[in-house]
DNA sequence: TCTGGGGTCCTAGGACCC
DNA sequence: TCTGGGGTCCTAGGACCC
């Protein structure tokens, strides 16, 4: 059976919601992101991309390139309840619709083309159009045989683009594209793909599994099959987080361990709460130290039971500090992480008495936070 | 005006077990 | 009388994505 798979992008996402709650923004270079001395750029309107403005960019750069560029800090809880939204709009339109990211579709048409009176393409421009009446956000579509010709062919109509590559004219079309188009080729893959004069996907089609692979390793044959215009077309609906994590950069470095510590303190307590509110314990703990000059280490501990507990992930997290934290160097960001999940016991078959306790008052803790927001109450700190 | 924050996946080496 | 082989889990770092 022909496959049928679009994927919708959302053209420059957080800075079209920023667009529809302040119109003025609408015409003019505007980006999303952080706006303090050591912001970076997170979305970028077609207006800012004209002066080399890029998502990634640290502010300062963009503001360089483009004086008269609008930065925004942007509010992420709304970009993810719009995209939640949009989600349950295309619902209606195909029978298995994967979120890839916050501004990401995939749609599964296969079997649909009677329904659509055998032209996928049309209902494509006519999807767009929804998409912009219902939601005031331009967006960009592809349809082909499989996933990752589609995410490439958005990439290449954007914005508010739309494209329809036929079955057997995949490897066609991806010919004189870039190699950077591919995803999963970033800095350093481009970087040695062009040190063999690889800079074209042409120039990947012509190459044999076992060259491609002395280049790149396993993930050779990977990119030669993408390449070719083979993907994958199974849409992967459930999708489960393997890790919480928060991370912070200091608007000043940092040098003061006691200072560090309640840093780490306020990380460790956000992402327990997030873990609980999951229902979920972690039983590896991850801390992340970054130094001044920007060198970065992890370290992480594997407890012998799963946790949510402050006060215990607190304890590891600030154990691994102090053996990590060993230079004589401002720190830059602090981050901490839990991953390895399982399922919270029920409480009431808790073994001691003491855990039922320390349940009861995380309950009651995330219970105000509920009622008053994040903010409202913290416990002991350092 | 040097470089965010949330993730995923992979690799390589070591510990440990049988 | 100097060193096997398979498997799993853990750790640290790195590439990449949005």
Redesign the pocket.
């Known amino acids: 059976m022909k496959k049928y798979i679009a994927h919708i992008d959302l053209d420059c996402f957080f800075v079209s919601v920023e667009r529809i709650k302040d119109p003025s923004l609408i015409g003019k270079p505007v980006a999303v992101g ?1 706006t303090g ?4 750029v ?1 979305s970028a309107s077609y207006e800012a991309r004209a002066f080399g403005v890029r ?2 960019m ?4 963009a ?2 390139l483009c004086p008269n560029l609008i930065v925004v800090h942007g509010s992420h809880g709304e970009y993810g309840k719009i995209s939640k939204k949009l989600y349950r709009f295309l619902c209606d339109y195909a029978p298995v619709v994967q979120q890839a ?4 579709m995939y749609m599964d048409f296969t079997g649909c083309e009677k329904l659509y009176n055998n032209d996928l393409p049309g209902l494509m421009r006519t999807l767009q159009a929804l998409v912009k009446r219902e939601f005031s956000l331009p967006c960009s579509i592809a349809l082909s045989s499989n996933k990752v010709v589609s995410k490439i062919a958005t990439g290449c109509v954007k914005p508010e683009g739309c494209i329809t590559i036929e079955h057997g004219l995949e490897k066609e079309f991806l010919a004189p594209l870039d190699i950077n188009v591919i ?8 970087l040695e793909l062009r040190k063999y004069d690889i800079n074209f996907i042409r120039d990947i089609q012509k190459l044999s599994k076992e060259t491609i692979e002395t280049i790149l ?2 993930h050779g044959g990977y990119f030669l099959r993408t390449a070719m215009g083979i993907g994958g077309d199974t849409l992967e609906v459930e999708w489960i ?9 200091f608007g000043k470095d940092i040098s003061n361990k006691e200072e560090l510590l309640t840093h780490l303190f306020d990380l460790t307590e956000s992402v327990c709460y ?1 873990t609980r509110r999951y229902g979920w314990k972690g ?2 703990i991850k801390l992340k130290l970054r130094y001044s000059d ?1 060198s ?7 407890l012998s039971e799963p946790t949510n507990d402050d006060k215990v992930v607190f304890e590891a997290v600030k154990s691994i500090f102090l053996k990590a934290y060993t230079r004589k160097m401002p720190v ?2 602090l ?1 901490v ?1 839990l991953t ?1 999940f399982s399922e919270a016991a029920d409480k009431s078959l808790s073994l001691f008495p003491e855990d039922d306790k320390r349940t009861h008052v995380l309950n009651a803790v995330d219970a105000l936070r509920k009622k008053f927001g994040d903010d409202a109450i913290h416990t002991g700190s350092v």
């Open positions: 952080g001395r050591r912001g970076v997170s998502s990634a640290p502010t300062g750069q503001l360089d990211s916050i501004d990401e995803p999963g080729v970033g800095k350093k893959t481009e390793g396993d987080r393997k890790s919480i994590s928060n991370e912070n950069t997030n039983k590896t920007f970065t280490i992890t370290r992480n501990v594997t830059r960001l981050g992480g390895q």
